[in-house]
T-cell receptor, first 112, second 116 residues
Framework: GENVEQHPSTLSVQEGDSAVIKCTYS??????FPWYKQELGKRPQLIID?????GEKKDQRIAVTLNKTAKHFSLHITETQPEDSAVYFC???????????FGGGTRLMVKP | GAVVSQHPSWVICKSGTSVKIECRSL??????MFWYRQFPKQSLMLMAT?????????EQGVEKDKFLINHASLTLSTLTVTSAHPEDSSFYIC????????????FGPGTRLTVL
């Protein structure tokens, strides 16, 4: 089955700096890669996603890049703000069905 | 659109009792829902895939007789933790595919279960 690795597990940045979180996946047939933001005790919220036919997608301060050959994808947050502090999860969709496999999560702390 | 609700949001029960958690898609129909368990500071672990009108598909290591899943309608799936024990204490979250984007999963708010 699919295996998703996520790094780093924790990331601390100064407000206004950029943050980058990286994930690798094992199943070359995976074709959908969402990113979720989860605040403490809350539900994961979809913040951006990308499909395998696209190399990059941007939504305001958030962007995701995908390298299918290397089987890795990254989340980029620019001009970080304290409210960006949360746990971020990457995921990959199993091509055989609708099941998502999640990475281990990254705890992002943005210091004011 | 694509709103998923869960009830209850938290529950405390005694060891040996059973607890039922409901997951509803409020503004769309979901033929497939997913149940996850999340321990503190850990990732989301898929427990089972709930299919409307048929048996759930359980992930390896998840006891189907302990975690009973029923998906009786296109808007409701239930998870019953039978004979709960302290080690079952966790955050249980359901999700469903969106109506216009079936790849995307929208999550319920979660249920925090504490077994004494």
């Amino acid at each position: 089955g699919e295996n998703v690795e996520q790094h780093p597990s924790t990331l601390s940045v100064q407000e206004g700096d950029s943050a980058v979180i990286k994930c690798t996946y094992s199943d070359s047939a995976s074709n959908y890669f969402p990113w979720y933001k989860q605040e403490l005790g809350k539900r994961p919220q979809l913040i951006i996603d990308i499909r395998s036919n696209v190399g990059e997608k941007k939504d305001q301060r958030i962007a995701v890049t995908l390298n299918k050959t290397a089987k890795h994808f990254s989340l980029h947050i620019t001009e970080t703000q304290p409210e960006d502090s949360a746990v971020y999860f990457c995921a990959a969709k199993d091509n055989a069905g609708n099941m998502l496999t999640f990475g281990g999560g990254t705890r992002l702390m943005v210091k004011p | 659109g694509a709103v998923v609700s869960q009830h209850p949001s938290w529950v405390i029960c005694k060891s040996g009792t059973s607890v039922k958690i409901e997951c509803r898609s409020l503004d769309f129909q979901a033929t497939t829902m997913f149940w996850y368990r999340q321990f503190p500071k850990q990732s989301l672990m898929l427990m089972a895939t709930s299919n409307e009108g048929s048996k759930a598909t359980y992930e390896q290591g998840v006891e189907k007789d302990k975690f009973l899943i029923n998906h009786a309608s296109l808007t409701l799936s239930t998870l019953t933790v039978t004979s709960a024990h302290p080690e079952d204490s966790s955050f249980y979250i359901c999700s469903a595919g969106g109506p216009l984007r079936p790849d995307t999963q929208y999550f319920g708010p979660g249920t925090r279960l504490t077994v004494l």
